[in-house]
């Protein structure tokens, strides 16, 4: 079974950055894809950016070009890097291995105007 521990979230300002980190464990984790997703108040859990197992990534086209998704296998850790953050950007932001239905605690991303 996957075990996911997100961190990194925070308050900062729009125009400034943060990364986040997916530490991963189990099986799984090592063999297939790993993936962002993020969830405001009112609104639906959306896909961020993914990457696969060799280093392909994907990104949703809000925030292509700011978002920057790498991995480190011998960490075990997936990290987002966020640049050029917008208030809309605020929202609660969970990693997910692709194929694994478990959802790790989440880390809260809020970015003032």
């Known amino acids: 079974q996957v075990h996911l521990v997100e961190s990194g979230g925070g308050l900062v300002q729009a125009g400034g950055s943060l990364r986040l980190s997916c530490t991963g464990s189990?099986?799984?984790?090592?063999?297939?894809?790993v993936a962002w997703y993020r969830q405001a108040p009112g609104n639906q859990r959306e896909f961020v950016a993914q990457i696969s197992r060799g280093g392909a990534t994907g990104y949703a086209d809000s925030v292509k070009g700011r978002f920057a998704i790498s991995r480190s296998n011998a960490e075990n850790t997936v990290y987002l890097q966020m640049n050029s953050l917008k208030p809309e950007d605020t929202a609660v932001y969970y990693c997910k291995v692709n194929g694994d239905s478990t959802w790790g605690q989440g880390t809260q991303v809020t970015v003032s105007s």
């Open positions: 189990g099986r799984i984790w090592s063999r297939n894809g």
